[in-house]
Structure formats: structure tokens, C-alpha cells
């Protein structure tokens, strides 16, 4: 069975809505990684979640693959129709349903960017905290279990999720979670749909969890003569308990590429970019504490960013790392990015246990990190048609995952799994793997809920 036995039902329920156009299997082919265009036999954009549950049961009865689609900014190819079917486009269910400013908790359809909502938040004095960097979709940002500069405060989507709304394959609409700060009612479903990547439902709804505006915000940056000072740096910084709203690692390969990209004028050396949040007098305090700790490992050139103005340029220059990577890789580069996570205790020797391997393997690599809990992303600059380069890029990020597991940690801490970790998950989950089989033919029993995803084939 395909999309061709589907066709004539989805056309009859969704007219124009229905594309098999070139173009639009094209734009719905592309990924911000490595990954070869895959194009869906089609892309649909359902307004409801009624219509979602209408397309998932004709799908279901006539055997075509679904692949949800957001933003398109994950960077495991989560998006990507391997196996052709439709692509089930969530961007015209964008909208705000309610805002319960006296819980904290909005209510959003899956389509909404992490930047319309906070936007459309402004004058509630709350925000949403979630911070990828990329302006993901919230389904998508759930869907991957997505995290990002401001976990190490504010936890990720499975932290700030509350309730969801969701399509099984079948057609059938469930909720899962409340809006309630906690329950001990049932299997957590909700968390099981978190971090599933489209393969066990389509999320049609969610309630997040907000937070308030601090009232004072101070960002800056530091920078260290190598990169195990400033990874000691963060150990300590969280060691010693110190509130930090973010603090990110990048290496000097990653300065050049904001010099090359940003202009940025930065000394090319390892760098801390740091957020405070807090009361005036909090957020004094903490930034004295942080910097007596700084000078311990021999921090130099503190710069800070006071003005709301000072400190965007300041994250719009570290979001910007993937563009920057391609600066650094020059004309028709492409990043194969790669991310893992370990104990904060292990981390200083990741990381450089990470620099050496990539060096060893002769390739350009760059290191950011969301270092304040132990997660660190290694870019690699590849040309996609360089068959031998490419195999070098994924023997070195199976040594890094496999190294990740050997410290205690896992082989993502946010990419999530898609289509380029799968190799890895017997080695990180073993036994489970095969419980985590029964939960996909429980939920999918007929497998078109975004195939050839997350889970390796055979045993």
C-alpha cells in the first residue's frame, strides 16, 4: 500500500490543501544537516485536529507513511519522508488558544514558533523558556525533546510540557497530562509522547508551562587560554551552586567562525557566553560570585551586555552557530552535527577526550555547549561529495557517542535520534530497546507514523 491508495480520500477531505506539486515536495525535502533530499510523495496542511485525525485514519487503512512536519530545523532529519507517503505540514495550526497568566500555562496548537508565542506573551509579563536557538515549531520542539541555552535553569520541553493533545495512528484523539503542576494518575503518557519524534503520534495541542519575566537580565562574556579552564570553570560555577540562567562553551575554531560570519572581533580563543537573571540586587551578586570563580581559572577580558539591545547581538551571535560553521567551511560546506551529554563531573575530559579524536580523524571541527549541564555539540565542516570525508565524520561521531556512554552519559542530549543515531541506541538502552519495539507496534501497529525513524532495524 502507498500514497496512491490514499490520494483520493485525502483529496475529497482536504481540496487544494493536497499538494503533489514539485515544488512543494522539494521544500519539504530539505534539512539544515548532511541528509540527501527525501521527498514525500506529498505534503498536506490540515487547519484542525479533527482533519489530523480524519488524515491518520484514511493513512492507517490504506498503509501510506506520515511524517510530521514544523520548522525543519532539527538536525537528525527527524522531518525527512524516507519513506515516502505525505508530509503532514502543522503550520497553518499555529495559533494561541487560551493564556492562564494566574497558572503560569499556555495553551498553543503545535505550528506556533517559540518566537510568535513569546511575542504574543509580551504583555502578560511571562515568557516561554524553551530556547533551541533555532525558531522552532513547539510540536517540534516536543516532538524532539528539544532543549537548548536556557535548560540549564529552565529545564527542557520534557520539563515545561504539561498537557498534550495528540492523534494516534488510527485516528483516535487523546489527552495526556493536565494542566496541573504534577499527578501520580496512570502511565505518563504525555512524557512518552515527548521526545517520540512523530513515531508514536501527531501532537495537535499543548499546554506549556510559563515563566515570569525576571526583572533584571546581565549577560557577558570571558575568555580562557584553553579549553579545559574554561569547562573547570563551569564545573565549579554549578559545583558551587551559583543560578546561572545560561552559560555556553565555544572553542576558538567556533570564534573564528563568528569573526568570519559576525564580524564579532573576537580573540580567537575559548570563550563563556553568560546570562544572569534575577532581582537588581540578585543578579549583582551572582555576577560578582560567577567572576571571583572566573578568576580562579585565569579568565581574561570581561565584557559585559547590560542593554536589552547589547545582549540579542550577543545571542543572535551564538544562535547563529550553524551559519557561522558554514562560514568556516567555506563554499559548499555542510555541518554534520553531532551532540552528546555526560555527568558534569566527566565533562572537561569529553571534551577534550572529543577535540583529540577529531583531530585524529584530520577533520574541521568546531564545539559549542550547553556546558551547564553537561551537553556539548561537536560540528563537523564536511563536502557532502566527499564519500571518504563523510565516512570519517560518522566513524568520528560513533567514537564520540560510544566515548558519551562510556563516562556515564548518552549519545544525544537534544539532537534526539532521527535518522543518525539509530546505530546507537542497543549500545546506550541494550534490553529496553526491544520494550521501546513493543511501544511503537502498540501505538503504530501498521508503522506509518514517520517510518525508518529513531528505532535501528534487526535486533
Not at 177 to 184: L, P, W, Y
Not at 306 to 323: D, F, N, Q, V
Request: net charge negative; hydrophobic share 45%; charged share 20%.
Amino acid at each position: 500500500m502507498s500514497f496512491a491508495a490514499a490520494e483520493g480520500a485525502l483529496r475529497a477531505l482536504l481540496g487544494d490543501r493536497l499538494s503533489t506539486a514539485r515544488g512543494a515536495r522539494d521544500q519539504h525535502a530539505t534539512n539544515e544537516a548532511y541528509y540527501p533530499l527525501s521527498p514525500p510523495d506529498a505534503v498536506a496542511w490540515p487547519q484542525t485536529t479533527a482533519e489530523v485525525s480524519a488524515i491518520l485514519k484514511i493513512c492507517n487503512d490504506t498503509g501510506c507513511p506520515v511524517t510530521a512536519y514544523g520548522a525543519a530545523s532539527s538536525l537528525e532529519g527527524q522531518h525527512l519522508a524516507v519513506a515516502g507517503g505525505i508530509s503532514l505540514d502543522m503550520g497553518r495550526m499555529d495559533k494561541v488558544l487560551r493564556v492562564m497568566a494566574e497558572d503560569l500555562n499556555v495553551v498553543v496548537q503545535p505550528g506556533l514558533t517559540r518566537n510568535a508565542l513569546n511575542r504574543d506573551l509580551r504583555a502578560t509579563g511571562l515568557f516561554f523558556s524553551v530556547d533551541p536557538g533555532a525558531d522552532a515549531s513547539v510540536g517540534g520542539m516536543a516532538a524532539t525533546r528539544a532543549s537548548g541555552t536556557t535548560a540549564v535553569r529552565y529545564g527542557t520541553m520534557r520539563d515545561n510540557v504539561l498537557a498534550l493533545e495528540a492523534v494516534m495512528a488510527d485516528g483516535t484523539v487523546i489527552r495526556t497530562g493536565t494542566a496541573a503542576r504534577k499527578s501520580s494518575t496512570g502511565y505518563d503518557l504525555n512524557h512518552l509522547l515527548v521526545g517520540s519524534e512523530g513515531t508514536l503520534g501527531i501532537i495537535t495541542e499543548l499546554t506549556l508551562r510559563l515563566h515570569g519575566i525576571p526583572e533584571a537580565t546581565s549577560a557577558a562574556i570571558c575568555r580562557f587560554a584553553s579549553v579545559a579552564q574554561a569547562v573547570d570553570c563551569v564545573i565549579t560555577t554549578i559545583q558551587c551552586g551559583l543560578p546561572m540562567a545560561r552559560i555556553e562553551l565555544v572553542d576558538e575554531m567556533m570564534v573564528r567562525g563568528f569573526n568570519l560570519h559576525s564580524d564579532a572581533g573576537l580573540p580567537e580563543e575559548p570563550h563563556l557566553f553568560l546570562e544572569f537573571q534575577g532581582t537588581q540586587a540578585g543578579v549583582a551578586e551572582q555576577v560578582e560570585s560567577f567572576q571571583a570563580v572566573a578568576e580562579e581559572h585565569r579568565a581574561q577580558d570581561w565584557q559585559s551586555a547590560e542593554t536589552t539591545e547589547a545582549r540579542t547581538a550577543l545571542w543572535e551571535m551564538r544562535h547563529k552557530a550553524h551559519y557561522a560553521n558554514l562560514a568556516l567551511g567555506g563554499p559548499g560546506c555542510r555541518i554534520f552535527a553531532t551532540d552528546v551529554c555526560v555527568p558534569i563531573s566527566r565533562l572537561a575530559e569529553a571534551v577534550d577526550l572529543a577535540r583529540a579524536d577529531a583531530a585524529q580523524h584530520g577533520l574541521l571541527t568546531s564545539v559549542v555547549g550547553h556546558v551547564g549541564d553537561g551537553n556539548f555539540h561537536v560540528s563537523v565542516m564536511i563536502d557532502p561529495d566527499d564519500a571518504e570525508e563523510l565516512a570519517r565524520a560518522k566513524a568520528f561521531t560513533t567514537a564520540l557517542g560510544e566515548m558519551s556512554l562510556g563516562l556515564g552519559g548518552t549519545v544525544s542530549g537534544e539532537h534526539g535520534i532521527g535518522l543518525g543515531k539509530q546505530h546507537m541506541m542497543h549500545a546506550e538502552h541494550g534490553a529496553a530497546l526491544a520494550y521501546m519495539r513493543m511501544i511503537k507496534a502498540s501505538f503504530d501497529p501498521n508503522g506509518i507514523l514517520n517510518p525508518g525513524k529513531m528505532l535501528p532495524g534487526g535486533n
